[in-house]
Structures are given as structure tokens and as C-alpha cells.
């Protein structure tokens, strides 16, 4: 019994030496760090990130990408503070995780480039989250009306916001999901978010158990072990960042989920359709071959881009197809518009979509003129963006 205690008490210190070993040597090393999420509730109903960090990004066991990034003021990633009191026209650019753009620098990101082209003639906000949805897109565009009275509402739609609003297909905590998108009262509502528990909180100040989770991905082995009936978990097809099963019942939800957010986005926004554009993130990699973007053409992703270009021109918005400007770039350059081993877009794609967005007449109106004392927004014609690439430097 003696000799056994005296065993398992070496194995136990030969562990924590060995765990306290990888801990330090792992601090030297650029390991993603955790963007910790407020709590969320209804006295603070939008989820942001703590506010005035330096962040470590990184990608990979080797750490293939890496980023250094920085919460401002009100807690999203942007290389400046949002200012309440400006005067300068400002452009608010909504999303998920392709606005926060935790991939790139900041100053590289579709809002950082946009901020960089208009200098000090006007502002440019980037309001992301990771894993928001269209839902969600609706209360980010309410907190820019009510805090800093944007002039024009930029959103940026991927393949899996449309029916990850709803919650019967994804919960997300800390943020407005539709129970049901058919609901005239109350459609959607807030899911609080809670404070890590003190053994998470823990956990995420580790460097091994960090490095582990976010940069070998045990995190996805571990969701793929509580998610088994998942579609990646099945072996179905993913196009667009989202499942390419297109059923008669998801689309018909998804779709549901479109036309309550095309009605109801201009009066959480406080602007007319006019001033909004939405970007239309392209089928990626199935773009860069024409033979597998036409198999990829009765797609889920590929039905709804063809029904949120016609719902949200009918209503007078402002689309900017991302699909026809990454392939005439490809066909120019040849160079890819992902973070490699992660899917999101990389600088160039950012740059791209900064550039389709500046070519817009919403944009180039906005940026030329303004009067803050009206509060009339004129009325223009609304077209779907797909102008040619202007060409980049590889």
C-alpha cells in the first residue's frame, strides 16, 4: 500500500513537472490567446469582447498565421475607438467572425482598409462577433443607431447566418436569435451570457491548455464528440462554411429568416434601404474552378445568395456580389482568398471587399456629403456590384 502511494505520488509529480514545463515553454511561443466575452444581459444586451486588450491570433500547431489584435473602446477589434460624439460621416461595417477579422491585422481588414482609404474625412466601424447571425446583425445595427448614428450600414452575410438565426438549428448565448421567424410579436429575443465558470476562466489563462484546444483543435474533436449528429459529423458536404444539404424545410426557414430581416433592418439601422449595402461573401474554394462552382450550383449557400440578391434589390438595398469580383481577381492573379487551415478570408479577400464596397454609389455618396441636420436620407437607384476587380498586387 506504501510503495503504491509512493508511486502514484511520482507519477503525479512527474505530470506536473512535465505540465509546468510546457507551460513555460509554450509562453514563449505566439499561442491564440481567448478574446473573453462580456456577460451579456438585458441592462447589457450586446455582446462585445473586453474592452482595451492586446490580443494574440494564431493559426495552426506551427503557427502558420498570425495576428496581433486589439479590442478598442467598446470592446471589437479595430485599430481605433469608436467615438460617440463624431461628426465626420461614418460607415458602420456589421458581421460574424469575417468583420472581426481576427485572422489579419486590424488595419487589414475590410473596415481597417476602408478606414485607411477615407483618412479623415470619415469613420468606419467594424461591429463583428464570431458565430453571429443574421439575427444578431439586427441588434448590432440597433446599438450603432442608438450610439453613434451611422450614416451608412455595411453587413457582411456568409454561408451559415441564415438558418443559425433560428434556434431550433443553433443556440447562441449572448446573442438574439428568431424561436421563430413567422412571430409578429417579439420574434427574437436575447439568450444571456453568463461569466465563465472560475475553473474555465482558469483554463483559458493556460498556455498548454490553450495551445491544445484553439491551436491543434481538440476543441473541434471535442464538439464533434457532443455534436454527433452534425452534418460534418455525417460526412455531408460543406459549401459556403455551411452544410450544402439544401432540404425543402431548411430553405424554406432560411428563407423566412431573409424576409424578416430585409423588413425589419432599416428600422433598426434608423436608415432607408438606400443607405445599407449588404456583402455577399462568394462560394469559396468551389469559385476558383468553373467546373466546381456549377456543381455547386442547387448548393444550400447558393440558393439562398440567389435569394437574398432578389429579395434585398426588390427592397431598394444596395448588394454587392463578392462571387464575380474574387473570380475575375483569381482569374488574374491566381492567389487564394483564405487564412490557410482556416477558411476565413485573408488580407487580399478583405482588400477586395473594401474595394467593391468604396465602388458603391451608397458609399461614395455617404463619404461625399453630409447633413447631420436634416435627418433625410436621399433616395438613389440600387443596383447588384459586380464590376470587375481593379487589379492588385500579388
Not at 509554450?26 to 466575452?37: I, K, S
Not at 439586427?138 to 455595411?154: G, K, M, Q, S, W
Not at 424561436?179 to 451570457?193: H, K, T
Not at 491543434?216 to 471535442?222: A, D, I, K, S, T
Amino acid at each position: 500500500m506504501k510503495r503504491m502511494f509512493f508511486s502514484t505520488l511520482a507519477v503525479a509529480l512527474g505530470l506536473l513537472l512535465a505540465f509546468t514545463l510546457l507551460e513555460l515553454i509554450l509562453w514563449l511561443f505566439p499561442v491564440r490567446e481567448t478574446f473573453l466575452t462580456e456577460s451579456v444581459t438585458a441592462d447589457q444586451p450586446y455582446i462585445r469582447y473586453r474592452p482595451n486588450r492586446s490580443i494574440i491570433f494564431s493559426v495552426g500547431w506551427n503557427f502558420s498565421t498570425v495576428a496581433e489584435k486589439r479590442t478598442n473602446n467598446y470592446g471589437y477589434f479595430s485599430a481605433s475607438d469608436f467615438d460617440p460624439d463624431g461628426q465626420t460621416p461614418l460607415v458602420a461595417v456589421i458581421g460574424d467572425s469575417y468583420v472581426e477579422a481576427a485572422q489579419v491585422e486590424d488595419a487589414q481588414s475590410v473596415h481597417g482598409v476602408l478606414a485607411r482609404r477615407v483618412d479623415e474625412a470619415g469613420r468606419v466601424y467594424g461591429i463583428g462577433i464570431s458565430g453571429a447571425p443574421l439575427s444578431q446583425y439586427l441588434a448590432f445595427a440597433e446599438f450603432a443607431r442608438d450610439n453613434f448614428d451611422p450614416d451608412l450600414v455595411v453587413v457582411v452575410i456568409v454561408g451559415n447566418d441564415f438558418d443559425e438565426s433560428l434556434r431550433k438549428y443553433a443556440r447562441r448565448p449572448g446573442q438574439y436569435q428568431f424561436d421563430d421567424c413567422n412571430q409578429q410579436s417579439a420574434p427574437w429575443r436575447l439568450e444571456p451570457l453568463r461569466p465563465d465558470p472560475w475553473y474555465m476562466a482558469l483554463a483559458k489563462r493556460s498556455a498548454l491548455v490553450r495551445y491544445l484546444m484553439l491551436n491543434v483543435g481538440l476543441n473541434r474533436f471535442v464538439s464533434s464528440i457532443r455534436y454527433r449528429g452534425s452534418a460534418q459529423e455525417n460526412g455531408t458536404a460543406f459549401v459556403g462554411n455551411t452544410s450544402a444539404s439544401a432540404s425543402p424545410q431548411r430553405l424554406d426557414d432560411s428563407r423566412c429568416v431573409v424576409d424578416r430581416f430585409i423588413e425589419m433592418l432599416p428600422l433598426r439601422a434608423g436608415l432607408s434601404p438606400d443607405n445599407i449595402v449588404l456583402v455577399l461573401d462568394g462560394m469559396r474554394p468551389e469559385l476558383y474552378s468553373a467546373d466546381t462552382l456549377l456543381a455547386a450550383k442547387r448548393t444550400y449557400f447558393s440558393l439562398m445568395r440567389d435569394y437574398v440578391i432578389e429579395t434585398a434589390t426588390t427592397a431598394g438595398f444596395t448588394v454587392v456580389d463578392l462571387q464575380p469580383v474574387f473570380r475575375a481577381d483569381y482569374a488574374h492573379h491566381q492567389l487564394p482568398f483564405e487564412v490557410p487551415a482556416d477558411g476565413h478570408w485573408n488580407a487580399r479577400a478583405h482588400g477586395l471587399a473594401a474595394q467593391a464596397i468604396a465602388a458603391t454609389e451608397a458609399f461614395q455618396r455617404v463619404m461625399g456629403h453630409r447633413d447631420r441636420s436634416s435627418g433625410n436620407r436621399r433616395r438613389t437607384n440600387v443596383a447588384i456590384v459586380e464590376a470587375q476587380s481593379t487589379a492588385m498586387t500579388p
